[in-house]
């Protein structure tokens, strides 16, 4: 880790847009070289969040610390932080080199020096001979890749990212996440990072802080996220998802007449079960396990997996994925079966019923 | 087979169209045709064919005299002098515009645009109003006690300029506001996070982006000027004779009709050679494609 990476300090930042509160009283804590992202729906608050971290919206108070230094008052081209945007906003009047080099040249270093450390950053993102490319020459991921190197040539040390592989296709996208992951681990910058794409954010992330409504829903590591969601918008916001009314009384939990045997036990009240796609099972006839008859409603084949859609008895459609693999073609449902789904009490995963 | 499936309909179907759409333009050809090219012409043949044939005796007089010289300069000099000040006043006020919010933006517009679609002449003479002896700036200057005798606004150079300016605005003020709508604000944020204070931002990456348009207005404000006729001839009062003036005076008065068509031609000549050097001047091509990134 460089001496430079800083850690963040958000406190009770707020930001209002006349009567709508875009950011509702905020609390960071980030970590010197975490990765941390900014996850949530549109209108979330996310990017004004980063936005008013790289200093471009003020907002109505709250305090920014980056190291000891309280910087919420302090312009954006004084908090020396690296930004990539999410339409990477290069210069179109400068060639990639020059794009590369505006930091340095700002921060008067001399060209020869400049010169090494540009190469030296095309090379880290692997664009070692493009330098003299104009920046209408290059494609989506190397435009991307352009953004980066600019961002952190003068070794800032925090790194904001605005959803910045939106604008790429999924293959050119995840795989740009996992050289994004390399470099986060060469580098040992603090990262803010937005996406409202929940695998980008599980994939990249050392924590995942949920957005919503202007308010810190969660933060969490990926799989405290997934496997613990604290609430029912992060369970239905974090992967695929149906929620089953449960009520405990006397300890027991139950969901219509049926008992569900949870991983942990549970003080009385109203929750709800999320039932993962992933999680559920068609019965593999273990006493262990919970179990709930189904109607098979719908069957598709998705290449790697079949998916099942089926109506429990209170109505719920939930979503099952059975891998295609060899031996398990034969059994599959067809639709109008009844069949028995089974969840291992280990993956019940019960929320506070809102 | 010679002619692969449908190959020689699906050409004839091309053909038809760009027929069509050049049967479009076939107005608009004509027009220019016959009320530019054949006048133009016309002038040419004028200033090369006196009485007594071929001669070039009327481009000869455009050197040798200096009241021509002086012409020219004077034509020169204004035209230059009003393009830097729509320049000056021009850039921050599209500046101003370009930031506003759209509907605000359109407001300001309209004010910019309003005077535009005045008569030159009504304009013209309410500059006379405001700029003579006794008239709203001199009267409001004495009695604030700025000034103890009446300035000369008008009836020579500086009210030539001060008329001339007012009308060119626009003509600077519309193609770059087209430009920097168009700038997205994210380059100067970037500019920003990279550690461009405010000016260096503006110098480094703002001004570059706006030069496309800057140069578009730039070149519009200053070829108009250079065949300005009205505002000179009322506000000038004699003391300021442009090129176009001494056409009128040599058709009118003098009904040397060579003369007159030889400064014509030097004037297109002139605007045209402009045109060059500043398409020379800024690779315009690339800049146009800077919405485009």
């Known amino acids: 880790m460089p001496s430079g990476a800083l850690p963040i300090t958000v406190r009770g ?28 729906p549109s209108g979330s608050g996310k990017t004004t969040l980063l936005m008013i971290l790289a200093g471009f919206i003020r907002p109505d108070a709250g305090s920014i610390r980056f190291g000891d230094v309280e910087m919420v008052r302090t312009p954006p081209h004084k908090r020396n932080l690296g930004v990539v945007f999410q339409s990477y906003a290069l210069f179109p009047h400068m060639d990639v080199a020059a794009n590369i080099a505006f930091p340095l040249v700002l921060r008067h270093v001399g060209a020869t020096e400049t010169r090494r450390r540009v190469q030296a950053a095309l090379d880290l993102v692997q664009l070692g ?64 990072y937005v996406t409202h794409d929940q695998r980008e954010a599980l994939t990249l992330s050392d924590r995942i802080a949920v957005i919503n409504h202007g308010r810190v829903q969660q933060i969490d590591s990926p ?18 998802s149906t929620f089953l009314n449960i009520t405990v009384c006397d300890g027991v939990a ?32 273990s006493s262990a396990l919970n179990r709930i008859d189904a109607e098979v409603i719908e069957v598709v084949y998705q290449g790697d997996s079949v998916r099942i859609d089926a109506r429990l008895a209170g109505g719920e459609v939930v979503t099952l994925h059975e891998l295609a693999r060899a031996g398990r073609i034969a059994s599959w449902p067809s639709p109008g079966d009844h069949v028995r789904l089974a969840l291992d009490p280990a993956d019940t995963i019960l929320v506070p019923a809102p | ?65 200096p009241a021509y010289a002086s012409v020219f300069l004077t034509t020169f000099e204004l035209s230059g002098l009003v ?87 626009p003509f600077l003020v519309l193609p770059l506001y087209a430009n920097m709508r168009a700038i997205d604000r994210v380059y100067v944020r970037a500019a920003a996070s990279l550690g461009a204070s405010p000016t260096s931002a503006f110098w480094r990456v703002y001004l570059p982006l706006s030069l496309p348009g800057l140069a578009a207005g730039t070149v519009m404000v200053f070829v108009i000027c250079l065949g300005f006729y009205v505002t000179p001839q009322f506000l000038g009062g ?14 009118a008065t003098y009904f040397d009709w060579g003369a007159a068509s ?9 605007t045209a050679a402009v045109f060059w050097a500043f398409s020379r001047l800024l690779p315009l091509r690339r800049l146009t494609e800077i919405g485009d990134a």
């Not at chain 1, 996440?177 to 990262?191: S, Y």
């Not at chain 1, 996220?225 to 369970?235: G, K, R």
């Not at chain 1, 045997?261 to 009240?269: C, E, L, N, Q």
């Not at chain 2, 004495?142 to 001060?162: C, D, H, K, Q, R």
């Open chain 1, 13 to 40: 930042l707020v930001r209002r847009y006349g009567r709508v509160a875009a950011l509702d009283g905020i609390d960071l804590d980030v970590a010197r070289g975490e990765f941390l992202t900014l996850l949530g």
């Open chain 1, 129 to 192: 001979p493009l330098g003299s490319r104009r920046v209408d020459q290059l494609s989506g991921g190397q435009r991307q890749r352009v953004a980066l190197a600019r961002a952190i040539v003068f070794d800032p040390g925090i790194l904001l990212m605005d959803e910045p592989l939106s604008a790429l296709d999924k293959k050119l996208r995840e795989q740009m996440q996992i050289e994004l992951r390399h470099l986060h681990r060469r580098l040992g910058t603090t990262v803010i």
């Open chain 1, 223 to 240: 799989q405290r996220l997934y496997e613990a969601p604290a609430s029912h918008f992060v369970a239905d916001f974090i992967g695929d």
């Open chain 1, 254 to 285: 139950r969901w219509r007449d049926l008992a569900i045997t949870t991983a942990k036990p549970m003080r009385d009240g109203r929750y709800l079960l999320v039932l993962r796609s992933e999680k559920l099972m068609l019965d593999k006839d």
């Open chain 2, 1 to 65: 087979m010679t002619d692969a499936l449908n190959a020689a309909g699906i050409r004839a179907d091309a053909r038809r169209e760009r027929g069509m759409l050049a049967a479009l333009a076939i107005p608009s050809f004509l027009i220019l045709g016959t009320l530019l090219f054949v006048p133009v012409g016309w002038l040419f043949f004028l200033s090369v064919f006196g009485d007594s044939g071929f001669t070039l005796e009327n481009y000869t007089r455009m050197v040798v005299e």
């Open chain 2, 83 to 169: 393009t830097v000040l729509a320049v000056f006043l021009g850039y921050p006020l599209s500046y101003m515009i370009a930031l506003l919010p759209p509907r605000a933006a359109s407001v300001c517009l309209t004010l910019v645009l309003v005077p535009f679609w005045t008569a030159l002449l009504v304009r013209t003479y309410a500059w006379l109003v405001l700029l003579q002896r006794r008239g709203v700036v001199n009267s409001l200057l004495m009695n604030w006690g700025v000034i103890s005798e009446p300035l000369a606004l008008v009836y020579n150079f500086t009210g030539t300029a001060i008329g001339m300016l007012h009308i060119m605005i």
């Open chain 2, 238 to 251: 004699g003391r300021v004779t442009t090129i176009s003036m001494k056409i009128q005076s040599n058709v």
């Open chain 2, 262 to 270: 030889a400064l014509g031609v030097a004037l297109l000549i002139i």
